[in-house]
Nanobody, 125 residues
């Protein structure tokens, strides 16, 4: 059974940091590119960052470049999102997702086949 379980969300003041983690199971994690999405109330879900299966290629949406860092550990089947200098506009539910096997299309929502349940990140001003 495929599972993606996010953790690490919470409430933080503007300028603070959080580290999100996603534990994957039930599929060949090292063969899947992974992404972090977020969805704020009343807004569409957007891809925040993505990392290719071989850990060699990264993608970030412009609004988080220089503040967020995505990483993965294929031995531990985890993907992480380190977030610094958080802003109130980063407030959202953050989701971990896996693309179709062997795919690298970070901005294509339709290529993501497995999703976690999400973790809330709230940044207060």
């Amino acid at each position: 059974q495929v599972q993606l379980v996010e953790s690490g969300g919470g409430l933080v003041q503007a300028g603070g940091s959080l580290r999100l983690s996603c534990a994957a199971s039930g599929f060949s994690f090292s063969r899947y590119s992974m992404g972090w999405f977020r969805q704020a109330p009343g807004k569409e879900r957007e891809v925040v960052a993505a990392i290719k299966w071989d850990d060699d290629t990264l993608y970030y949406v412009d609004s988080v470049k220089g503040r967020f860092t995505i990483s993965r550990d294929n031995a531990e089947n985890t993907v992480n999102l380190q977030m610094i200098s958080l802003k109130p506009e980063d407030t959202a539910v953050y989701y971990c997702a896996a693309q179709s096997i062997g795919t690298w299309a970070p901005r294509s929502h339709s290529e993501y086949v497995y999703w976690g349940q999400g973790t809330q990140v709230t940044v207060s001003s």
